[in-house]
């Protein structure tokens, strides 16, 4: 009788707690979080939350989903991540959700799948179809005593629950590198001597080295691999097997999020500028500066910050893609929201899919490329509208002058802005005319902005640091500074670590080439005007 008035109590407290207004990731939206019911007996509290996105999908090639996790907070504490109760009875398949996957909110076509890791769930459309996602009261289940939280503490934490839109990459043989071989994109992979591009079809150990037959990259300068003969173990993921990635490249928003669940000490970790004192005069942390560098847009209050506890950050363009991202900042956020970085072997897989390799192609599949000049609406929100309005427009590069080419030129050879955009933008609009994958410039899977915008940074096969990782994910926890410490990813210098991709200050389509690996094994360390982040799962 005791433990049932106590169940009582605590359920009716907990149906008040709310979560301190919404979260957005794009064009996700995750709203009205709260504690609904708290079992004393099973140690467990339902956590209840609304989520809406746009442009889902599920067909007979793949489907999209999002990520979702959360966070608690006890009085006087820090966040800390939330554990599930159980986890889904089988692997992902998005062909059959059949048993193991159970929707709990008010779109019955949605399923939840939570992985054995347990530190979230996908959230996924479950029967075949296309357009918006808006489910009520989506339910997961707290194992709150796994997280040394006690029954009376329950109704005193903050919940926040947090978001991130996927894409599910099926298992299935691809082809990496370019019909061209050592003709092709500088660096790109072929099977040597020059027999086209080359076929990953399991997860077996591949050979690096000059033999014919064996994988092969030429090594023009040292940002492309170590010496071969070397092997890239069983155990790195190749592309293969299934994965998650996500959709769009990290945002602003999302990085806000992440930075205003931290500790100080984790924070200055974080940023470039100095967040010790009460007065944070470059208060843009990213760029150290007290004004918008290349459109990077998070910030903090100048004054009134104290000296003791967290920051407060904002940005004021929420859906813009995030620059200046150092490795240890794309490592953290793994780490901090149970994602793991992909593998340059992966890049290529969810840019190409099972399809042939096709000469200098970008991530959407053809060499046909439109530069968004600028764009119309309100910038960084997510919804503007490219421009021009008319034609090819799919990809965001030749903003700004190119770093070889500082010295050289005066002033850029475009107009409009220098540095990323919103990740949607592409898709806000389709041109009459243009093919959907194409003018939006998509990947076959249905991944965005893979070719331009911000450096995809990638878990290279060219260093032995690289080849090391596993694909363990994070576990939603960082180390006391800050940083992620998950076993065989590469450290905070980066070493191991390396870019694919192109970015938006690429002064020509030839650097947005999904092939190309000129700077594939380049461990920087620092935070960069290009890098953005983008993981899986």
């Not at 889902?56 to 820090?78: E, M, Q, R, T, Y």
């Not at 071969?228 to 190749?238: Q, Y």
């Not at 060219?462 to 596993?470: A, E, M, S, Y």
Request: glycine residues 10%.
């Amino acid at each position: 009788m005791k433990n049932r008035i106590l169940f009582m109590l605590i359920t009716s407290f907990c149906c008040m707690l709310l979560n301190q207004g919404q979260v957005y990731a794009s064009h996700l939206k995750i709203e009205n979080p709260l504690v609904s019911v708290i079992n004393p007996e099973k140690k467990a509290a339902k956590v209840q939350f609304d989520i809406s996105w746009d442009n889902s999908w599920k067909d007979d090639i793949n489907c999209d989903g999002a990520w979702v996790f959360a966070k608690f907070k006890l009085p006087n504490g820090n966040w800390k991540h939330l554990t599930l109760k159980d986890e889904s009875r089988r692997p992902f398949n998005h062909k059959d959700q059949s048993t193991g996957f159970t929707s709990k909110g008010s779109d019955p076509n949605l399923g939840i799948w939570i992985p054995a890791e347990k530190t979230g769930a996908f959230i996924f459309r479950a029967k075949e179809g296309k357009g918006p996602v808006n489910s009520k009261n989506v339910t997961l289940v707290w194992d709150y005593a796994t997280d040394n939280v006690l029954d009376n503490e329950v109704p005193q934490a903050m919940i926040k629950v947090f978001g991130l839109e996927m894409v599910y990459v099926p298992q299935d043989k691809h082809y990496v590198g370019d019909p061209k071989g050592p003709n092709g994109p500088d660096n790109c992979f072929y099977a040597y001597p020059d027999n086209d591009a080359y076929l990953i079809k399991s997860e077996s150990p591949i050979l690096v080295d000059k033999i014919k037959g064996a994988l092969y990259c030429d090594q023009d300068n040292p940002r492309s691999r170590e010496d071969v003969p070397f092997t890239i173990p069983e155990e790195f993921p190749k592309g293969y097997k299934a994965f998650w990635i996500m959709k769009y490249e990290l945002s602003s928003r999302q990085f806000v999020d992440f930075l205003n669940t931290l500790t100080r000490k984790q924070q200055q970790n974080m940023v470039e500028s100095d967040i010790s004192g009460d007065v944070i005069t470059n208060y843009y942390v990213k760029t150290n500066t007290e004004d918008e560098h290349l459109r990077n847009s998070i910030v903090c209050s100048k004054t009134g910050n104290g000296t003791t506890e967290p920051v407060k950050f904002y940005t004021y363009a929420p859906a813009r893609t995030l620059n200046y991202t150092s490795w240890s900042n794309i490592a953290a956020f793994g780490d901090w929201s149970g994602l793991r970085p992909i593998t340059e072997l992966e890049y290529e897989k969810a840019s190409r899919g099972p399809k042939e390799a096709v000469v200098d192609e970008g991530a959407w599949g053809t060499t046909d490329v439109g530069r968004v000049q600028t764009f119309d609406g309100a910038d960084g929100s997510g919804y503007e509208i490219k421009i021009p309005e008319k034609g090819l427009v799919n990809a965001c590069l030749g903003g700004g002058i190119a770093p070889f080419d500082v010295g050289k030129k005066t002033k850029p050879d475009n107009p409009g802005f220098e540095g990323p955009i919103s990740g949607e933008i592409l898709e806000n609009t389709r041109h009459e005319g243009i093919p959907e994958r194409i003018g939006y410039g998509a990947s076959y899977y249905g991944v965005m902005n893979l070719s331009g915008n911000v450096w995809e940074r990638c878990v290279t096969i060219g260093h032995k640091l690289g080849r090391q990782f596993t694909g363990i994910h994070g576990d939603g926890k960082l180390d006391v500074d800050g940083f992620a410490d998950v076993q065989f990813w590469p450290g905070r210098d980066g070493t191991g670590a390396g870019n694919r991709g192109g970015v938006w200050s690429s002064p020509a389509f030839k650097y947005l080439r999904m092939a190309l690996r000129f700077a594939a094994n380049f461990p920087k360390s620092e935070d960069g005007k290009n890098s953005g982040c983008r993981l899986g799962f």
